[in-house]
């Protein structure tokens, strides 16, 4: 199930259509119930080409009983020139609602949390829905990840997938690459980049959103894709490593951090080994998400 089939989750759904997936049948829900049924149809058309096949339908939360997987979608959209934290207060109430109906039903599956600020309202969905933390994912940093990897790539001229780095921490400004764990094919890449270059990489993947919302208006294809892999992660038990917002029970925290996912959601989270600077920008990473839940509060 898509709760929210504005810009984001239209776009999830359309990926979905457009790679190899486990899913089966897919239920789009809005609070605008023409638009959910309009983006079902539309959607629908596209099947026939379509390297996957499943059944497309708009319904209500009740639908959620039977579900596997809730993907939030729902909220107000960053405007420009706004920050990710000043979104809380505004959405913090919509997903509370959304986690509710969809728990009324008898939903006893996997959140998956996209909504923004990302890592704030995915511990408003644990409280909210009394479900295990393995079982309430956010998307955490796979985007901003996903955008690192594409700099880094673009820069050494090989491809993406070939890098292997991560951005932790907040969805957010606040987030940062731990260099001393990214490599490409085993080559640290401290080596090779010196501190400008890393800080240039930061500075793009920081403000790569703001860009994108100040020219178009709004992100939604790469978030799209990303959520797409976290979906037939989970789905197919594949218990990759991704870089998703998940609970640490240490902070009493969700932030985007390397984990193993699976059919039953987090399988355990990596133990990154920091450098004391790294350990400070987490540190701060943290404070700052914690700050958000406390204006939610």
């Known amino acids: 199930m898509i709760v929210g089939t504005g810009n984001v989750g239209a776009s999830i759904a359309f990926a979905m259509l457009n790679q190899r997936t486990s899913v089966k049948e897919l239920i ?3 609070i605008n119930h023409a638009d959910a049924a309009g983006e079902a149809m539309d959607l629908s058309d596209a099947l026939t080409v379509a390297p996957s096949w499943l059944k497309i339908h708009a319904s209500d939360y009740a639908a959620a009983h039977d579900a596997d997987l809730c993907i ?3 909220g107000v959209n960053q405007k420009p020139g706004e920050s990710r934290t000043d979104l809380a207060t ?3 109430a919509i997903i509370r609602e959304i986690t509710t109906s969809v728990m009324s039903s008898g939903f006893t599956g ?6 923004n600020p990302v890592d704030a309202l995915t511990a408003v969905v644990l409280k909210t829905s009394g479900l295990p933390p393995e079982r309430v994912i956010g998307s955490g940093t796979i985007l901003d990840s996903a955008r690192l990897r594409f700099y880094i790539a673009k820069y050494l001229e090989i491809h993406p997938k070939s890098v292997h780095a991560y951005r932790i921490g907040e969805h957010g400004d606040s987030g940062f690459t731990p260099w001393s764990c990214a490599n490409v094919g085993g080559e640290n890449l401290t080596s090779s980049f010196r501190p400008r270059r890393r800080q240039d990489f ?3 993947v ?6 994108i919302i100040e020219q178009k208006g709004a992100t939604h294809y790469g978030i799209g894709a990303c959520v797409v892999q976290i979906v037939n992660c989970i789905l197919g038990d594949e218990r990759r490593i991704l870089p998703v917002s998940c609970y640490d029970d240490f902070n009493e925290i ?6 193993v996912v699976g059919r039953h959601g987090i399988v355990r989270r990596l133990d990154l080994k920091l450098t ?6 987490l540190q701060k990473s943290i404070n700052a998400i914690k700050s958000t839940l406390q204006e939610i509060k």
């Open 28 to 30: 789009l829900t809005d």
């Open 72 to 74: 939030i979608t729902a």
């Open 90 to 92: 505004r959405n913090a």
């Open 110 to 115: 996997i959140f998956l949390v996209v909504t």
């Open 202 to 204: 930061e500075e793009r």
């Open 206 to 211: 920081r403000d790569a959103a703001y860009q």
């Open 254 to 259: 969700y932030y985007g951090y390397p984990a």
């Open 276 to 281: 004391e600077e790294e350990g400070i920008a």
